[in-house]
Structures are given as structure tokens and as C-alpha cells.
T-cell receptor, first 114, second 114 residues
Framework: KAGVTQTPRYLIKTRGQQVTLSCSPI?????VSWYQQTPGQGLQFLFE???????NKGNFPGRFSGRQFSNSRSEMNVSTLELGDSALYLC?????????????FGAGSRLTVL | AQSVTQLDSQVPVFEEAPVELRCNYS??????LFWYVQYPNQGLQLLLK??????LVKGINGFEAEFNKSQTSFHLRKPSVHISDTAEYFC????????????FGAGTILRVKS
């Protein structure tokens, strides 16, 4: 069974640009969550999607957005990039929405903002 | 507020010695508890989970953890570590009413020395 696939793995952007990150979940998984990992703030929850609907949202500005497609693939977008957006963005998938689920994480997309 | 505290940011230990990584969480309701490991430039991998039942849970690679409700702790232990266990370890908690949202601790870097 293929794991969670995130693309691109690495990217460099400049301040003010926007970026779109993609996540393909494990086949059959309908929930996709996104996390931001930085040295200063650690791992922080961004949002969760299930069946194309946003179920939960973390405490991030509106520049951070996401969506989920009918095949469960998800994208997240960050507009008007700031230096502080430099981070590892991790996607995780699970079969359903339940606190008891085990999340399977992808390898992440490392974003550097110059 | 939901929070997870990992009491040690770094734990150095010699190979074949035992280790305990400490984790406390704040919650007055039922929680699900997880330990994840992250190797350099990789995503998170599940070590073990506590959902209900026996308070001693066993995971992969010889790790185990004990859930202590009265002390709101979920410490991770391994009786004999290997060089390959060098990585960052994250304790996380989820709640039934918040879906798959995980609240992570700040992480503990385990450094195994020969």
C-alpha cells in the first residue's frame, strides 16, 4: 500500500509570493490533516478535511487555506508569503474522523521563504 | 486549554542503557495518547498509542509507555537503546470531539552515544 505522498518535497519562494502544496492520502483514507513544523513553534495543527469539507481549523491567519478533492487528495495554499512561513508542512491521512485514529504522515514539504 | 508537556528537550544516553522520555498532558476529559518518532528529513512515524484498556502499551522497536490518568502522564520507555534510536520523539494527544486534531508536545531529542 502506497503511503502518503507530498509534493513538492522542497521549494524556495520569496516574500509576497504564494505557494500550493499537494498531498495524496493512502488509498481509502478520506481524512487529510495538515500540520506546520517550525523550530520555534513545534508542530501546529493547520486544518483537517473529510469528504471535501473542512472539519477543523487551527489558529492560523486567513492566508493559509486548503481544500480537498473528491478523490481525497488535498492541497494547501499560503498566500502573501512571509519569512515566518518557512517550515516543514506535514500532511497526514486517516480512514475516518475520530480522535482514536492513527494518522499516517507524509515526508513533508519543506518551504523556505527568502 | 489542551496542552502537552515534554519535560526534557534533549536526553543523552549511552547505547544499551535504559531510557524514559517524559510526557504530561492537561485535560479533564477522555483523551487518546500517542508517541511518534521523527528521523532527520522524514515525517512522523507512530511508535505506539493508548486508546483504552490496559494502561501499559507496547509499540514498535521495543518501546512501551504507561498511561497514568491520576498523574496525567504518558511516559515512553525502552529498556535498552540502540544507536539507531537517535531521533526526535513527540508525544501527542487527541480528543474525540475534535476529530483527528493532534496536539503535540515540543519534542524530545534522544541522542544515543556509543
Amino acid at each position: 500500500k502506497a503511503g502518503v505522498t507530498q509534493t513538492p518535497r522542497y521549494l524556495i519562494k520569496t516574500r509576497g509570493q504564494q505557494v500550493t502544496l499537494s498531498c495524496s492520502p493512502i488509498s481509502g483514507h478520506r481524512s487529510v490533516s495538515w500540520y506546520q513544523q517550525t523550530p520555534g513553534q513545534g508542530l501546529q495543527f493547520l486544518f483537517e478535511y473529510f469528504s471535501e469539507t473542512q472539519r477543523n481549523k487551527g489558529n492560523f491567519p486567513g492566508r493559509f487555506s486548503g481544500r480537498q478533492f473528491s478523490n481525497s487528495r488535498s492541497e494547501m495554499n499560503v498566500s502573501t508569503l512571509e519569512l515566518g512561513d518557512s517550515a516543514l508542512y506535514l500532511c497526514a491521512s486517516s480512514p475516518t474522523v475520530s480522535g482514536a485514529n492513527v494518522l499516517t504522515f507524509g515526508a513533508g514539504s519543506r518551504l523556505t521563504v527568502l | 486549554a489542551q496542552s502537552v508537556t515534554q519535560l526534557d528537550s534533549q536526553v543523552p544516553v549511552f547505547e544499551e542503557a535504559p531510557v524514559e522520555l517524559r510526557c504530561n498532558y492537561s485535560s479533564s476529559v477522555s483523551v487518546y495518547l500517542f508517541w511518534y518518532v521523527q528521523y532527520p528529513n522524514q515525517g512522523l512515524q507512530l511508535l505506539l498509542k493508548y486508546l483504552s484498556g490496559s494502561t501499559l502499551v507496547k509499540g514498535i522497536n521495543g518501546f512501551e509507555a504507561e498511561f497514568n490518568k491520576s498523574q496525567t502522564s504518558f511516559h515512553l520507555r525502552k529498556p535498552s537503546v540502540h544507536i539507531s534510536d537517535t531521533a526526535e520523539y513527540f508525544c501527542a494527544v487527541s480528543y474525540m470531539e475534535y476529530g483527528n486534531k493532534l496536539v503535540f508536545g515540543a519534542g524530545t531529542i534522544l541522542r544515543v552515544k556509543s
